[in-house]
């Protein structure tokens, strides 16, 4: 028994792992349905030890699929994903169109997959850095709850899309030769160098990433007013997002609380060691489906106040990884029903 | 007039930087006394325009002379500053040992320059994390008050020396090149990477680094129970340390009452356009003797809270130009006396 899948951006970075990881995990594909803007249509992806041509995608292309990933620009998701959606097939969206739509389940499985209930066929896959931050929040929320979290973010260069892992190389190279090399994906160079800057500026001096982490973290611990707050920043690491997070319970508890509550959850791997330097970093957690916490320890200026060390593949549990787990948790729960 | 001046560990990162703020500052310097360890005497630093021969550290190679800058380990600041201190010398020392000794002035001049008042010839310049903090929550805290500091930096290689950048080049290097490079300075690769590790691990999960912040910052801002906390990260960045702050004050303010504020402070420079993508990054800031302040702005979900993006020169006002900018204001104040 397996389904009639389509992937849309199969070309890209996270269309790429979508690929990868449905294959890895074993998702049951009867049909797989490679799909691009008409620029990459044409091209060739690798699924299941084969080579698969990329098609157009359109809303022909999607007719009669069970399941269709979206991992391209938002114009495609907005033009595409409710067509599809009405005809019958379930689209996971991992662009930013849909997630704050009140009738639209934004799902990190492990934190809220009872959000899927009732689904319309539409489910959001949320940003990249909320999801890797909710399954580290998750398990202390539910235990000693939450009163303050405080985010600053060291995104990996892979978030923005290959365009920008060819420039960081790019400038690494003309910087080692002692050459420049103007950017062009972003508006500073990033070899060698930090962007307080993940997305456009929006309001109140918040660029659209920093937003973003605080509606989609509220949204999915169903918290409307979490008090969240993040700056988000650019550093030069591939793929692999870090966060350090300050946070406060509503609960008294202590660092080993924290770790056991931790150490329980779902999706989660403690790496942390005081003493022995155990902690993750990006470059150590790049192709893992899971989030690593460690640097768990209190703050003991204020009350009920701790730090957490969050890191994960953002190309993977951030994005490909995650929208796979949802498709996963439809099947587990029978709908669609497969073929 | 001028004065007999040594600089102790002349052939180091911050040693040379020493040497370049001294002569671009125009320092009064009347004898130049470059010294290192025994393993680097003999070799030759520039300085106004001559290559100058390196002696060896030793007590005898201070004697007589009006300021020393120890920019050397801790053990060469544990074993000579104190003697040189005792026979005359004004020792402005940029290692940690004598940092929180009550009996040690610990000085960011436009910060509390008054400290210097009564110093017993030892004076000690602040670790380069703590200056650019304090520069930026001094004006804060005079206008508004200060309930709580929460800081993530994002600390520049070079604050570890020159194995370091070495280390960091010839990462990058064999990554490019698909060859692995195993770390030797860093217990991890730092290149495409990130390390939530800044110096030795100490009491309650806290690295040397994140203690250094907290505790330096409450003795140069004078408030021994200020609650200020770090997560303290090395990034593959050269040159250049940045810092999220974020921050709650006592008193009401505003964004702009807070902008105001810091665009009078003193070292500090305001990099502050949201709309417009202006704010500091280290690749811009490296070179400059000045404490760059972006991203200022609102955390909505708390009250009096603020965040703050923060960055300057780890090398120059980081250590170096603070150095020197402590020697410039006891030559101002006339002591010691020049001949």
Not at 3 to 11: D, E, L, P
Not at 25 to 37: G, I, N
């Amino acid at each position: 028994m397996g389904y009639r899948v389509a992937v849309v951006g199969a070309t890209g970075l996270v269309g790429q792992q979508v690929l990868r990881v449905l294959e890895e995990r074993r998702f049951p594909v009867d049909e797989l349905r490679p799909l691009a803007t008409s620029r990459s249509a044409g091209r060739q992806v690798e699924f299941a030890g084969s080579s698969w041509e990329v098609g157009e995608a359109t809303a022909e292309a999607l007719e009669g699929a069970d399941f269709a990933f979206f991992a391209a620009s938002s114009d495609i998701s907005r033009q595409l994903a409710p067509v599809a959606a009405r005809a019958g097939t379930v689209v996971i969206d991992k662009s930013n169109t849909f997630r704050m739509d009140p009738e639209v389940p934004l799902v990190v499985p492990e934190v809220n997959g009872h959000a899927l209930a009732g689904h319309r066929n539409l489910i959001a896959s949320p940003n990249c850095s909320t999801i890797q931050l909710v399954v580290a929040l998750k398990p202390i929320l539910d235990r000693f709850g939450l009163e303050r979290v405080v985010v600053s973010t060291y995104q990996a260069v892979s978030g923005t899309g290959a365009a920008a892992l060819d420039e960081l190389e790019a400038e690494v190279r003309a910087h080692l030769e002692g050459r420049d090399h103007a950017p062009e994906v972003y508006p500073r160079p990033i070899a060698f160098n930090v962007l307080p800057h993940c997305d456009r500026f929006e309001a109140e001096g918040y660029t659209l990433e920093e937003w973003k982490l605080v509606r989609e973290t509220r949204k999915i611990l169903g918290i409307d007013d979490l008090p969240v707050t993040a700056t988000a920043v650019r550093v030069p690491v591939r793929v692999g997002h870090s966060e350090a997070v300050w946070l406060q319970t509503r609960d008294e508890a202590t660092v080993d609380d924290l770790r056991r509550a931790l150490a329980a959850a779902p999706g989660l791997v403690v790496r942390d060691d005081p003493g022995g330097a155990e902690y993750p970093t990006p470059l150590e957690v790049a192709g893992r489906d899971e989030v690593f916490v460690g640097r768990i320890r209190r703050d003991p200026t204020a009350p009920r106040a701790f730090w957490l060390w969050v890191v994960a593949d953002n190309l993977r549990k951030g994005a490909a990884t995650n929208a796979v787990q949802i498709a996963e948790a439809l099947v587990a729960a029978g709908k669609p029903a497969g073929r």
